[in-house]
């Protein structure tokens, strides 16, 4: 009996759930069809991909490698479906974008509102992450487009496109600093920062800062740029973030920038596809609207190149 697309997803869904019980109520389907799929497939494949862990099951090593190769095939033939919709009918494809917060908010809702307004039957969908989740979702084919930070190495990746990004540093507005030198009424070594979460693009942006100025002050973990902006107007810390992220706060007086050496950072946003890999006509259409009059980034020479195929 061959494998199926039922049963491979189904261990996926095993795979992240690291139970079946959970699997079979995320699946609305029963125990034992769940524990059935994942039978047959190691039937089929001659190996144990699951062991119980307590109440739970965790991966073997080959449960690991295939689950990881499943990802990947099962992400490739969903982007092929994608494509070959939007050959089809290209004001009709769909496009899914996976990009991280700060360029989702700031970034990327202004850009597919006004495509949508100009393609209203096009579809996209855009999935927020961080930066691990990001490239992960590229690496697996299950993202046509990706915003984020540079890739990182090893990545199969285009770049596109780059837009501008700054990162700088946030203290309450109320105790902004005497920019007078080693004199500054406060000093980003005595404050607490308040950091994004591990995985976070800013939160390794804070913490090579924090290297590269060589102190280890009080820190406080918070879940998003707003966290991190709401609590340094409350008076709980400094934060690094984006300048277009805090951008209403520092025009209103809620927050203010405050000088402090190595910033502001410049974290150019990347606009990326998987390397090599063409896109259909509706994402190269939403790329266009990306780079073209109106347009927040500027293309690259793979941008150009890819827009001209």
């Known amino acids: 009996m061959a494998m199926t697309l039922s049963q491979l997803r189904t261990f996926l869904t095993v795979a992240d759930a690291g139970s079946v019980r959970v699997a079979a109520e995320s699946l609305f389907v029963s125990q034992p069809a769940v524990s059935g799929a994942i039978a047959i497939l190691e039937r089929e494949l001659g190996v144990a991909l699951v062991v119980r862990q307590g109440r739970g099951l965790r991966l073997t090593a080959a449960g690991t490698a295939f689950a990881d ?23 009709r494809g769909m496009v899914r974008l996976v990009a991280v917060a700060t360029a989702t908010e700031r970034l990327l809702l202004p850009i597919v509102a006004r495509f949508r307004e100009q393609n209203p039957e096009a579809g996209v969908t855009i999935q927020v992450g961080n930066r691990t989740t990001v490239w992960e979702s590229l690496r697996h084919h299950k993202a046509d487009l990706v915003v984020a930070g540079r890739p990182p190495v090893g990545v199969p990746a285009d770049t596109l496109a780059r837009g501008e990004n700054r990162l700088v540093l946030i203290g309450p507005a109320s105790a ?31 913490d090579a800062l924090l ?99």
């Open 69 to 91: 190769d499943v990802r990947t095939s099962l992400g490739l033939l969903d982007y092929g479906c994608r494509r070959a919709r939007s050959i089809e009918d290209p004001a």
């Open 176 to 206: 902004t600093p005497r920019t007078n030198g080693k004199d500054a009424a406060h000093d980003p070594a005595r404050e607490t920062w308040l950091l994004r979460e591990p995985g976070s693009g800013t939160r390794a942006a804070a």
């Open 211 to 309: 290297a590269e100025l060589d102190i280890d002050p009080p820190t406080m973990i918070l879940g998003s740029n707003a966290a991190i902006e709401r609590g340094v107007e409350l008076g709980l810390g400094v934060g690094l973030i984006s300048r277009d992220a805090a951008g209403e706060g520092i025009s209103q007086g809620a927050v203010a920038v405050w000088p402090c050496r190595g910033t502001p950072m410049s974290r150019p946003w990347h606009l990326v596809c998987y390397a090599g890999e063409p896109l259909g006509p509706t994402a190269l259409a939403l790329v266009k609207s990306m780079v073209g009059p109106g347009g927040s980034l500027t293309a690259t020479a793979e941008g150009r190149r890819v827009l001209r195929s």
